[in-house]
C-alpha cells in the first residue's frame, strides 16, 4: 500500500512538473510571437480600421497571405529569418493596401456611400441576392483601381452603387415598413390607443410619410429609410408605454409616483459620475451637468488618445533603430524632435479654438480642425461674414507650419442627392481653400481640395443634430515636407 502510495506522488509530481514546463514553454512561445509580430499586428489593425479588406482587397490579401505564413512557420518552428521577411512584406503590403484605400475613397464616394446604407437596414439578411452581387461587383471595382484601372474601376463601383440601392430600397420594405405594419397590428389588438394615442399616432404618420417618400423619390432612400426607420421605434415606444402605463393604472400609480420614477435613471447616473443629482428645479440642471461631465471627460480621453499615439510612434521609431549607425542615430533624434516641436505646436492650436468653432483632432502628425462654427446658406457654398473670425484663426493655425500641406475637406448630411451632395461638398470646400490662398502664403499648389459628400458621417443622419455635425468642412494640416523639415 506504501509503495503504491509512493508511486501515485512521484506520478502527479512528474505530471505537475510536465504540465508547469508546457505552460512555461508556452508563455515564452507567446513573448517570442508578440516581439516578431508586433509592427504587423500594428499595421493588420490600421489597415482593418481603415477598411483595406473592401477597399483594398489584392494588396491587403497579398499582406494576409504572408501574415498568415509567418504564423504556420514559427508554429512550426522553422527557419526565424524567413519568418521575418514574410512579416516584413506582410507589413508593407498591409501599408500599401491603406494608401490604397485613400484612393477609393476619394473615387467611389458616392459608391461607399450606398454600400453603408445598405448595410443600415441589413440587406444582406432581407436581400441577400443583391448584396452578394452588388458586393461582387464593388471587390472588381477595388481590385481594378488597385491596377490603376480607373476607368473600368467606376464602372464597375456604378454597377455596385444600382445594386445596393436596389438591395436598401428592398430591405426598407421588408425589415421597416412590413416588420411597422405587423406592429401596428399587434398595437391595435393590445389597445395601445387608449393609452399612448400620440406616439401611436406618430407611428402611423411617419410609415405614410415612408411610402410617399419612396414612391416619389426612388432615388435617394436617405429620407425614406430615416423616417421607416423612426415609424419602426415609434410603434414600439408606443407598446411599451401602453404596457407601462397599463401597469401603472392598474397598480394605482399617483402622478408623483410617475415622477419620482423618471427621476431614478439620471440619479443613478449622477452616482456613477461621483454626484448627487438635485432635482429640486426639475430635471434640466442634473442633465445639465451629466453632459458637461460627459463632455469633459471626451475631451480627456481623447488628449490622452493623441499623446499615447504620439508615443507609440517614438517608441517604435526608437525600437527599429536601437544598434543603428550613427548617421541613423543622428537622423533618428531629428525625427524624434521634429515630433516633439509638432506636438507642442498643436497644443498651441488647441486652445485658439473653443468647442464652439473648432474641434481640434490629431491624426498621426496631421493636425485636423473640424469647423463646427463655420456655417453655409441652405444648399450653398458662400462664405459669410460671420465666419470671418473663424477662418483668421484658421489662417493663424495654418501659418505656424510654413513648409506645411494643407488639404480641405468637404461634408454633407444624407438629405440631397447624392451627385449634388458631392458637388456642394466640393463647392465649399473649395471656398474655404480660396479664403486661405487669399490670406496666407501658401501657393494654390500645396491646397488641395476633396470633397466626400454624404459618404463620411460622424453621427446619425436620422437626427436634426447629426445631420448638422455631418455638414462640415475640416482643415487637415500636414505640417511635415518630404524633408522633413517644419
Same mark, same amino acid.
Given at each position: 500500500?506504501?509503495?503504491?502510495?509512493?508511486?501515485?506522488?512521484?506520478?502527479?509530481?512528474?505530471?505537475?512538473?510536465?504540465?508547469?514546463?508546457?505552460?512555461?514553454?508556452?508563455?515564452?512561445?507567446?513573448?517570442?510571437?508578440?516581439?516578431?509580430?508586433?509592427?504587423?499586428?500594428?499595421?493588420?489593425?490600421?489597415?482593418?480600421?481603415?477598411?483595406?479588406?473592401?477597399?483594398?482587397?489584392?494588396?491587403?490579401?497579398?499582406?494576409?497571405?504572408?501574415?498568415?505564413?509567418?504564423?504556420?512557420?514559427?508554429?512550426?518552428?522553422?527557419?526565424?529569418?524567413?519568418?521575418?521577411?514574410?512579416?516584413?512584406?506582410?507589413?508593407?503590403?498591409?501599408?500599401? %493596401?491603406?494608401? %490604397?484605400?485613400?484612393?477609393?475613397?476619394?473615387?467611389?464616394?458616392?459608391?461607399?456611400?450606398?454600400?453603408?446604407?445598405?448595410?443600415?437596414?441589413?440587406?444582406?439578411?432581407?436581400?441577400?441576392?443583391?448584396?452578394?452581387?452588388?458586393?461582387?461587383?464593388?471587390?472588381?471595382?477595388?481590385?481594378?483601381?488597385?491596377?490603376?484601372?480607373?476607368?473600368?474601376?467606376?464602372?464597375?463601383?456604378?454597377?455596385?452603387?444600382?445594386?445596393?440601392?436596389?438591395?436598401?430600397?428592398?430591405? +426598407?420594405?421588408?425589415?421597416?415598413?412590413?416588420?411597422?405594419?405587423?406592429?401596428?397590428?399587434?398595437?391595435?389588438?393590445?389597445?395601445?390607443?387608449?393609452?399612448?394615442?400620440?406616439?401611436?399616432?406618430?407611428?402611423?404618420?411617419?410609415?405614410?410619410?415612408?411610402?410617399?417618400?419612396?414612391?416619389?423619390?426612388?432615388?435617394?432612400?436617405?429620407?425614406?429609410?430615416?423616417?421607416?426607420?423612426?415609424?419602426?421605434?415609434?410603434?414600439?415606444?408606443?407598446?411599451?408605454?401602453?404596457?407601462?402605463?397599463?401597469?401603472?393604472?392598474?397598480?394605482?400609480?399617483?402622478?408623483?409616483?410617475?415622477?419620482?420614477?423618471?427621476?431614478?435613471?439620471?440619479?443613478?447616473?449622477?452616482?456613477?459620475?461621483?454626484?448627487?443629482?438635485?432635482?429640486?428645479?426639475?430635471?434640466?440642471?442634473?442633465?445639465?451637468?451629466?453632459?458637461?461631465?460627459?463632455?469633459?471627460?471626451?475631451?480627456?480621453?481623447?488628449?490622452?488618445?493623441?499623446?499615447?499615439?504620439?508615443?507609440?510612434?517614438?517608441? %517604435?521609431?526608437?525600437?527599429?533603430?536601437?544598434?543603428?549607425?550613427?548617421?541613423?542615430?543622428?537622423?533618428?533624434?531629428?525625427?524624434?524632435?521634429?515630433?516633439?516641436?509638432?506636438?507642442?505646436?498643436?497644443?498651441?492650436?488647441?486652445?485658439?479654438?473653443?468647442?464652439?468653432?473648432?474641434?481640434?483632432?490629431?491624426?498621426?502628425?496631421?493636425?485636423?480642425?473640424?469647423?463646427?462654427?463655420?456655417?453655409?446658406?441652405? %444648399?450653398?457654398?458662400?462664405?459669410?461674414?460671420?465666419?470671418?473670425?473663424?477662418?483668421?484663426?484658421?489662417?493663424?493655425?495654418?501659418?505656424?507650419?510654413?513648409?506645411?500641406?494643407?488639404?480641405?475637406?468637404?461634408?454633407?448630411?444624407?438629405?440631397?442627392?447624392?451627385?449634388?451632395?458631392?458637388?456642394?461638398?466640393?463647392?465649399?470646400?473649395?471656398?474655404?481653400?480660396?479664403?486661405?490662398?487669399?490670406?496666407?502664403?501658401?501657393?494654390?499648389?500645396?491646397?488641395?481640395? +476633396?470633397?466626400?459628400?454624404?459618404?463620411?458621417?460622424?453621427?446619425?443622419?436620422?437626427?436634426?443634430?447629426?445631420?448638422?455635425?455631418?455638414?462640415?468642412?475640416?482643415?487637415?494640416?500636414?505640417?511635415?515636407?518630404?524633408?522633413?523639415?517644419?
Amino acid at each position: 500500500m506504501f509503495q503504491k502510495q509512493r508511486f501515485f506522488n512521484f506520478a502527479l509530481i512528474i505530471a505537475i512538473a510536465c504540465i508547469t514546463t508546457l505552460f512555461v514553454a508556452n508563455a515564452a512561445g507567446q513573448e517570442v510571437k508578440t516581439a516578431l509580430f508586433k509592427e504587423a499586428n500594428t499595421a493588420l489593425q490600421a489597415a482593418r480600421n481603415a477598411q483595406a479588406d473592401v477597399l483594398a482587397p489584392k494588396n491587403f490579401d497579398e499582406a494576409m497571405k504572408r501574415y498568415q505564413k509567418a504564423e504556420a512557420d514559427l508554429k512550426q518552428g522553422k527557419n526565424l529569418d524567413d519568418i521575418r521577411k514574410n512579416l516584413r512584406e506582410s507589413t508593407a503590403y498591409f501599408h500599401k %493596401a491603406i494608401d %490604397a484605400t485613400k484612393l477609393a475613397e476619394v473615387t467611389f464616394p458616392n459608391s461607399m456611400k450606398a454600400r453603408r446604407d445598405a448595410q443600415t437596414t441589413e440587406s444582406a439578411r432581407f436581400s441577400s441576392e443583391l448584396w452578394t452581387e452588388a458586393e461582387k461587383k464593388f471587390n472588381e471595382a477595388a481590385g481594378k483601381l488597385e491596377d490603376g484601372d480607373l476607368n473600368e474601376a467606376k464602372k464597375k463601383a456604378g454597377e455596385a452603387e444600382k445594386l445596393y440601392r436596389q438591395a436598401e430600397l428592398e430591405s +426598407i420594405k421588408t425589415n421597416y415598413l412590413q416588420g411597422t405594419r405587423e406592429l401596428l397590428k399587434q398595437a391595435e389588438q393590445l389597445k395601445v390607443k387608449d393609452y399612448a394615442p400620440k406616439t401611436l399616432l406618430n407611428a402611423q404618420q411617419l410609415i405614410q410619410q415612408a411610402e410617399k417618400e419612396l414612391n416619389e423619390n426612388r432615388y435617394d432612400t436617405d429620407v425614406a429609410r430615416g423616417l421607416a426607420q423612426r415609424a419602426n421605434y415609434e410603434a414600439k415606444h408606443a407598446i411599451y408605454l401602453a404596457k407601462a402605463i397599463k401597469q401603472m393604472k392598474d397598480k394605482d400609480h399617483s402622478w408623483e409616483d410617475l415622477m419620482l420614477a423618471s427621476e431614478k435613471p439620471l440619479q443613478q447616473i449622477a452616482e456613477k459620475t461621483g454626484r448627487v443629482a438635485s432635482f429640486d428645479a426639475g430635471l434640466g440642471k442634473p442633465t445639465d451637468e451629466i453632459i458637461a461631465y460627459v463632455t469633459d471627460n471626451q475631451d480627456r480621453v481623447e488628449s490622452l488618445s493623441r499623446d499615447l499615439d504620439w508615443y507609440q510612434q517614438e517608441n %517604435a521609431l526608437l525600437e527599429r533603430q536601437l544598434g543603428s549607425e550613427e548617421q541613423e542615430k543622428s537622423a533618428l533624434a531629428q525625427q524624434v524632435a521634429k515630433q516633439a516641436k509638432t506636438r507642442e505646436l498643436f497644443a498651441n492650436v488647441e486652445q485658439s479654438f473653443s468647442r464652439e468653432e473648432a474641434r481640434v483632432l490629431r491624426e498621426g502628425n496631421d493636425i485636423i480642425l473640424r469647423l463646427v462654427g463655420l456655417n453655409f446658406p441652405s %444648399a450653398g457654398a458662400t462664405i459669410e461674414q460671420q465666419s470671418f473670425g473663424l477662418l483668421t484663426k484658421v489662417r493663424d493655425a495654418v501659418n505656424l507650419f510654413p513648409e506645411c500641406t494643407v488639404s480641405v475637406l468637404g461634408y454633407t448630411d444624407s438629405y440631397g442627392g447624392d451627385e449634388q451632395n458631392l458637388q456642394l461638398s466640393k463647392e465649399r470646400a473649395e471656398a474655404v481653400k480660396q479664403y486661405l490662398l487669399a490670406n496666407t502664403n501658401l501657393n494654390a499648389s500645396r491646397i488641395e481640395v +476633396i470633397g466626400y459628400g454624404e459618404s463620411k458621417p460622424i453621427a446619425s443622419n436620422e437626427i436634426a443634430t447629426g445631420r448638422a455635425a455631418n455638414r462640415r468642412v475640416e482643415v487637415v494640416i500636414h505640417p511635415w515636407t518630404a524633408s522633413g523639415t517644419l
